[in-house]
């Protein structure tokens, strides 16, 4: 099975324009735009998946716990070809797919129904060990959550486990926008390295600081990317 994608003739300019025919009610702009060059990179160069090659065993798995603002993952899996740009104008409507929280059963590409927070982290240390029982090693998982997602205790439950137990194929990428009602004594990514994680913080948007970042060794620990973009207005 090939993870490689078909050109579809979109790039990185064309997501201000799909984004923009997403015009439906309820739309949490900040939250989805927080996240626009994290998951650009992320599907554009790192992740081992493709819309003829979502339901391969060895794809990697890309988990959007920030589902409450799905705008720009909505624009990118259509960018990448995981269905047709004319799907983004019916944005939350009725006989929509595309819901204001992202369906798995309805929308292509996507692997977790998401949006409530504190979900995603706890559902991808499942993936990646189930992943590791079946021997499937080459298999990535990645999951995205915000910075107010920590406020979530289910979180430190996840982040200790997955330390402990040294789950190499799970990383996390933590928008952070500065949206926390709770500071983290030292920043966030010594909350991650307190419990045996692989961490960096970069500018969130700045595309080869995150490829770097996504691609950097961390033998033997999770690994936790922490990209910093602009305070919520």
Same mark, same amino acid.
């Given at each position: 099975?090939?993870?490689?994608?078909?050109?579809?003739?979109?790039?990185?300019?064309?997501?201000?324009?799909?984004? #923009?025919?997403?015009?439906?009610?309820?739309?949490?702009?900040?939250?989805?735009?927080?996240?626009?060059?994290?998951?650009?990179?992320?599907?554009?160069?790192?992740?081992?998946? #493709?819309?003829?090659?979502?339901?391969?065993?060895?794809?990697?798995?890309?988990?959007?716990?920030?589902?409450?603002?799905?705008?720009?993952?909505?624009?990118?899996?259509?960018?990448?070809?995981?269905?047709?740009?004319?799907?983004?104008?019916?944005?939350?409507?009725?006989? #929509?797919?595309?819901?204001?929280?992202?369906?798995?059963?309805?929308?292509?590409?996507?692997?977790?129904? #998401?949006?409530?927070?504190?979900?995603?982290?706890?559902?991808?240390?499942?993936?990646?060990?189930?992943?590791?029982?079946?021997?499937?090693?080459?298999?990535?998982?990645?999951?995205?959550?915000?910075?107010?997602?920590?406020?979530?205790?289910?979180?430190?439950?996840?982040?200790?486990?997955?330390?402990?137990?040294?789950?190499?194929?799970?990383?996390?990428?933590?928008?952070?926008?500065?949206?926390?009602?709770?500071?983290?004594?030292?920043?966030?990514?010594?909350?991650?390295?307190?419990?045996?994680?692989?961490?960096?913080?970069?500018?969130?948007?700045?595309?080869?600081?995150?490829?770097?970042?996504?691609?950097?060794?961390?033998?033997?620990?999770?690994?936790?990317?922490?990209?910093?973009?602009?305070?919520?207005?």
């Amino acid at each position: 099975m090939t993870f490689t994608d078909v050109h579809t003739g979109y790039g990185y300019d064309d997501l201000p324009r799909l984004m #923009s025919l997403l015009t439906g009610d309820e739309k949490h702009g900040p939250a989805a735009t927080s996240t626009l060059d994290v998951v650009w990179v992320l599907y554009d160069r790192v992740l081992r998946v #493709s819309a003829e090659g979502a339901g391969a065993p060895e794809r990697d798995r890309f988990l959007l716990s920030k589902g409450h603002g799905p705008m720009a993952y909505y624009a990118v899996l259509a960018a990448k070809g995981f269905f047709p740009e004319s799907l983004l104008a019916g944005f939350g409507a009725y006989d #929509s797919p595309l819901g204001h929280h992202p369906d798995r059963v309805l929308v292509p590409g996507v692997e977790i129904s #998401s949006g409530s927070l504190g979900h995603g982290l706890p559902l991808a240390v499942g993936s990646a060990l189930g992943l590791r029982a079946q021997g499937l090693s080459g298999a990535a998982v990645w999951v995205l959550i915000g910075d107010a997602e920590l406020d979530e205790g289910s979180n430190h439950e996840a982040i200790a486990y997955a330390g402990a137990v040294g789950l190499e194929r799970l990383h996390a990428v933590v928008v952070d926008n500065a949206s926390a009602s709770h500071g983290r004594p030292g920043g966030i990514a010594a909350r991650f390295e307190a419990a045996g994680w692989s961490t960096a913080t970069v500018d969130g948007r700045d595309h080869q600081a995150l490829y770097e970042a996504y691609t950097a060794p961390h033998p033997g620990r999770p690994h936790v990317v922490v990209a910093r973009v602009e305070g919520k207005v």
